[in-house]
DNA sequence: CTGAAATGGTTGTTTATGCAACCATTTAGT
DNA sequence: ACTAAATGGTTGCATAAACAACCATTTCAG
């Protein structure tokens, strides 16, 4: 049976979301198949918070490209998992600062190999150089897409 | 104001997942101010069903890389708004066929609108031969991880 | 100082998504 | 033919996402 002969001309917008979802879906898998009740958005998250921990969860919505009601509520979730917790910010008191528990701080490692191995199935058979240009081209349509819209 | 400074190592798949999400919401806020009540979700149904229109949900699933519950779902929501309907297949009763309706059909070049303008605040400033290569290297992953379940 | 605007988070609502479990209908195995 | 397995769809459940409306707290204008 072949597959779909349309494959060829498909848009950008289609090819980047299948692409976007067949690796969160690999990825989620791959987590739950090593025992980590971790989601590949809370992932992206604790990305974030590994790189610097205690971040406003405006910070994180900007890093992560989500909307701000997305971040409360995977914070929420994240929460509940015990691998991040809220503190008020003394300085105003509209912010909270997330901040890594050490259960959240633990699990870099861990998941880290996971993520390795996500990529290793993804990117094989993909020249480094084409991997290079596709990362570049993506940013810079992100760039391209959040910097004129959103920019408060 | 620097940006994120670890952003060179990103991750292949942060940076899918948010090209990804930036290019939904931007799609969606087009079609949304264009008066057009579909989301970016239900276009990649339509997509698939302006090439060929009578597919079973199990094809659907497959040529977007959903999972069939989704398509399911997401046909519900299309049915509602009258895109598309379902027709029981006499061959197999297992199978329902999934057909555009008069409105679904006309959608296409108003939506083909939208997509065009979108593609093109996305892709500002590519070149047409990285963004080719772009989109090679994401149909490869997608392949790598949707046909390839196993590491060999 | 005081009222208005801006800012950071939360809540309500709608849509989307995947997994597991299930049902109904083929299709196979014997 | 008749049970067992595979297949296509749906439902229950939990997570995720964005928009609008809202609240509390700055910040700004006068």
Redesign the pocket.
């Known amino acids: 049976m072949k597959k779909n002969p349309h494959n060829l001309e498909e848009s950008f917008g289609s090819i980047v979301g299948r692409a976007g979802?067949a690796m969160a879906?690999r990825l989620?898998?791959n987590f739950s198949s090593a025992g980590y009740d971790v989601?590949c958005?809370?992932w992206a998250v604790l990305n974030s918070l590994w790189k610097k921990n205690g971040q406003?969860?405006?910070e994180l919505?900007g890093c992560t490209?989500?909307?701000?009601?997305?971040?409360?509520?995977?914070?929420?979730?994240m929460q509940?998992r015990k691998l991040v917790f809220?503190t008020p910010d003394r300085?105003?008191?509209?912010?909270?600062?997330i901040l890594l528990t050490g259960k959240g701080r633990t699990l870099r490692q861990k998941l880290l190999r996971q993520i390795e191995k996500t990529l290793q199935e993804a990117q094989k058979g993909v020249r480094t150089g084409d991997l290079r240009t596709c990362k570049d081209v993506l940013v810079r349509v992100t760039k391209n897409l959040t910097e004129g819209s959103r920019a408060?």
Chains 1, 2 share one sequence.
């Open positions: 979802r879906n989620n898998q989601t958005e809370q406003s969860q405006k919505a490209c989500k909307d701000k009601t997305s971040i409360t509520r995977l914070i929420d979730g509940k809220r300085e105003d008191a509209r912010q909270k600062f408060d």
